[in-house]
């Protein structure tokens, strides 16, 4: 049996941001386009590798089509080829400023990934200066917190990002385990259940609301 003092640990799970589709259009840049739309198709069907391909060709065509390095850089994440990642971004940011907000985003997560926790809070700071309302840049801001030790200021940028997207399933489930970790079983027991009603099959915060009701089960008994 799991003992119950053991500790959770929070979703390291980041959320990227795509550069749009574009729709293609009857000039000489039509293929590296459609090179770059088929490359984000692939990469939502799963083919990362055929995507990486389609991209590359876009890149070929077309040496300043930003959007397919942004696009690059997001499979080369899920690749774990961060610092790949993060030259396609910064690429891609030259090309096109208008492009900060989902190029600080997933460069964050990437510097994340290497354990740059303070230059990935940095580049989040940035896409909730210019998008308040990012939900993903509280979810991705509140791991990089949380892995600095900082669980108040990650507490905050979870609830924030809940507040902005209640289906947000990462950013509750993590809240939870902040909860659960720091001995409010009830709050951990209300965030895993709404969890539960957004995603059935989730089963750590299944394992979550289990351990949260027995702790608060047990608590009753002692105060008895």
Known sequence: ?????????????????????????????????????????????????????????????????????????????????YKGAI?????????????????????????????????????????????PKHASAYLNRGIARHSMGDNEGAYADFSRAIQINPKLVDATYNRAILRYNSGDYEGALIDASRVIEIAPNHSNAQNVRKFAREKMKRQTLLDQ
């Open 1 to 81: 049996m799991i003992q119950m003092k053991t500790k959770y640990t929070i979703l390291i799970t980041f959320t990227f941001t795509f550069a749009a589709l574009i729709a293609p259009f009857a000039n000489a840049q039509t293929s590296a386009r459609e090179y770059q739309n088929r490359g984000v198709e692939k990469t939502r069907n799963g083919d990362l590798r055929g995507a990486i391909g389609d991209l590359d060709r876009a890149i070929q065509i077309d040496p300043k089509h930003a959007d397919a390095y942004v696009n690059r850089g997001i499979i080369k994440s899920i690749l774990e080829d």
């Open 87 to 131: 030259s396609d971004y910064e690429h891609a940011l030259r090309i096109d400023p208008n492009l900060a907000e989902p190029v600080y985003n997933n460069r964050g997560n990437a510097r994340r990934k290497l354990g740059d926790n303070q230059g990935a809070i940095v580049d989040l700071n940035r896409v909730l200066n210019i998008n």
